[in-house]
């Protein structure tokens, strides 16, 4: 984070304190950081989405899936005896 001194949010801050007064300002500001907020979080959901419906995923998604389904069913038809003595 910048110093406050330089902070470019502060300043506009003032700027607009100095204009409408403080309590404005603050309403400002906030509306501001909700649309900053908003933008960054559809920025990261589009990042997963892409992630998740990426060819490389879904092909070493279907490996894992099945490499499970051999475990599971390699442990549910073995006869556990067996594998004891």
Do not use: C, H, Y
């Amino acid at each position: 984070m910048p110093p406050l001194k330089n902070n470019p949010k502060l300043k506009r801050f003032n700027k607009i304190r100095d204009v409408v007064g403080v309590s404005e300002a603050n309403k400002v500001m906030r509306d501001e950081f909700i649309e900053e907020a908003k933008i960054e979080t559809q920025k990261e959901i589009k990042w997963v989405m892409d992630t998740l419906t990426s060819p490389i995923t879904m092909i070493q998604t279907a490996i894992l899936v099945g490499g499970l389904f051999f475990i599971i069913r390699d442990g549910l038809f073995t006869d556990n005896k067996n594998l004891i003595s």
